[in-house]
T-cell receptor, first 110, second 113 residues
Framework: RKEVEQDPGPFNVPEGATVAFNCTYSNSASQSFFWYRQDCRKEPKLLMSVYSSGNEDGRFTAQLNRASQYISLLIRDSKLSDSATYLCVVAYTGGFKTIFGAGTRLFVKA | NAGVTQTPKFRVLKTGQSMTLLCAQDMNHEYMYWYRQDPGMGLRLIHYSVGEGTTAKGEVPDGYNVSRLKKQNFLLGLESAAPSQTSVYFC????????????FGPGTRLTVL
């Protein structure tokens, strides 16, 4: 079983739709959580950190559920420019380990 | 401020050849990393460095060596390339260890024939 698992998709949604991605992690010692965005043939870039109380950045909302060991990303009012692969990232601050999920691909269509 | 740069951007090697990938960062970060990205696998850590003169093995270190002689540079070497090393290689750097953002270079696309 992978340490960090994501639905690979692809998710095909129309502009304006709301879409949600989930990510599960297996190690309860995980300390920090992030969502990264990766455009086609480009490098990953940080989209947002995920805090225990949940957090929002414009149209993006991230949630953490430690009891069930999953994090989620909600995108509201999808734009064409949101088309990308979204990587779930889990880090362990006690050791030197950051695990990247394989990513969920999103296509937003006009 | 260029961030993280990588050279070369593309390379084709024959089995058994060697090469060095160069990563440079201008953000004065202590931590630097080399990852490879393969379809369906996510980014996997090859080697990392917690400061000038230090290196450590990551998840998939076999067949690779690294050096960090200067704080701003992190080199990845392939001693004897194999087709299994065909991948996209990303270098990254960070200020914090595991808690903060990692900044990635644009990647090197390597094909080993």
């Amino acid at each position: 079983r992978k340490e960090v698992e994501q639905d690979p998709g692809p998710f095909n949604v129309p502009e304006g739709a709301t879409v949600a991605f989930n990510c599960t992690y297996s190690n309860s010692a995980s300390q920090s959580f992030f969502w990264y965005r990766q455009d086609c043939r480009k490098e990953p870039k940080l989209l947002m950190s995920v805090y225990s109380s949940g957090n929002e950045d414009g149209r993006f909302t991230a949630q953490l559920n430690r009891a069930s060991q999953y994090i989620s990303l909600l995108i509201r009012d999808s734009k064409l420019s949101d088309s990308a692969t979204y990587l779930c990232v889990v880090a362990y601050t006690g050791g030197f380990k950051t695990i990247f999920g394989a990513g969920t691909r999103l296509f937003v269509k006009a | 401020n260029a961030g993280v740069t990588q050279t070369p951007k593309f390379r084709v090697l024959k089995t058994g050849q060697s090469m060095t990938l160069l990563c440079a960062q201008d953000m004065n970060h202590e931590y630097m990393y080399w990852y490879r990205q393969d379809p369906g696998m996510g980014l996997r850590l090859i080697h990392y460095s917690v400061g000038e003169g230090t290196t450590a093995k990551g998840e998939v270190p076999d067949g690779y060596n690294v050096s960090r002689l200067k704080k701003q540079n992190f080199l990845l070497g392939l001693e004897s390339a194999a087709p299994s090393q065909t991948s996209v290689y990303f270098c990254a750097s960070s200020l914090d260890r595991g808690k903060g953002e990692q900044f990635f270079g644009p990647g090197t696309r390597l094909t080993v024939l």
